[in-house]
């Protein structure tokens, strides 16, 4: 595997391989779990040739959020994707992607998904996605490119995104991978304690009895949104919301919808912790 640290580089690297190759790339944050594993999987079962990405995007972290604390464990990623014979890894100094400075950088903002349910307690957050992953296609030129389902609304901003503007790249989503109970892979679970960790799967089974009343046939939306925010702050948590949506619009449900998602994200401890599952009716 070879390690580019600049564009450069990667475009050489790019090149090289010339026109015959299927390009997929995962673009990540670093600190590897099974979860990105499932996405580099994926990828190399679709494509000839693998590029990850690794860079933890100052661009999407607010005033007031973890940057600076965001692990990083860059030696274990390096021998993780080298395993997974990944062909190229692309791991960037903030100064090589914004050499510019953040605040004058040129932003990439999908209106209206961008500042719903995260967007909304986390201003800004999405802008900085959408911006960093336009600059990754743009330096990688993919076929393919892979991100997880856990982050349903991000995946949904990328596919209007690619959409609208006209990029040549498919957007593979990728089942979310869970804890033997139930929790969603992330980097941030980290940050809970032991007591915290027992707690933390309530949040995917509150998601999970909502959508066993959808399933039967609920339309109560908003009291089964309220029961299940009341549930979590028992449990321990601090909501910031559960909400039931349109999958793709991510709108409050119709009566014509056949399929739903129902979303939750609430702080435990140091994490904000995030889920969402999928509803057919
Ligand atoms: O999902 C992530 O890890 C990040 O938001 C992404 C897509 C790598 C952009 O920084």
């Known amino acids: 595997m070879d390690v580019v640290e600049t564009i450069h ?19 990540t944050m670093g600190d590897l779990h099974a979860g990105h594993l499932r996405l580099v999987d994926h990828c190399r079962e679709q494509c000839t040739f693998t590029i990850a990405t690794l860079f933890v995007n100052p661009l999407q972290f607010g005033p007031k959020e973890d940057f600076a604390n965001y692990p990083r464990a860059l030696a274990k990623d390096k021998a993780e994707l080298e395993q997974r014979d990944v062909n190229v890894l692309f791991a960037p100094s903030i100064e090589e992607m914004y050499p510019d400075g953040q605040s004058a950088h040129t932003t990439v903002t999908v209106p209206h998904l961008s500042e719903q349910l995260c967007g909304a307690s986390r201003p ?3 802008n900085g996605v959408t911006t960093v992953v336009t600059k990754l296609l743009q330096i990688t030129q993919p076929d393919f490119a892979y991100f997880g389902e856990k ?4 995946l949904t901003i990328i596919r209007q995104m690619v959409r609208q503007l006209n990029m040549p790249v498919e957007v593979v989503g990728v089942p979310t991978c869970r804890e033997s109970d139930g929790l969603a892979m992330s980097s941030r679970n980290r940050y809970l ?15 999970r009895d909502i959508a066993t009343h959808l399933h039967e046939g609920s339309t109560a939306y908003a009291d089964l949104e309220e029961s299940a925010t009341n549930q979590l702050r028992e449990t321990g948590f601090r909501p910031d919301y559960v909400a039931i949506r349109d999958p793709d619009t991510l709108e409050p449900p119709t009566a014509s919808n056949q399929s ?3 979303f939750g994200a ?16």
Do not use: C, K, S, Y
Request: proline letters at 3%; glycine letters at 8%; charged letters at 30%.
């Open 266 to 281: 609430a702080r435990l401890g140091r994490a904000r912790l995030i889920d969402n599952i999928g509803v057919a009716r």
């Open 260 to 262: 739903l998602r129902v």
């Open 124 to 126: 800004g957050h999405f």
């Open 9 to 27: 580089d990667l475009r050489q690297r790019r090149r090289i391989q010339g026109l015959n190759q299927v390009v997929g790339v995962v673009p």
């Open 193 to 207: 304690t032991r007591e915290e960790r027992e707690i933390a799967p309530h949040l995917f089974q509150t998601l």
């Open 151 to 154: 982050d349903w609304q991000q």
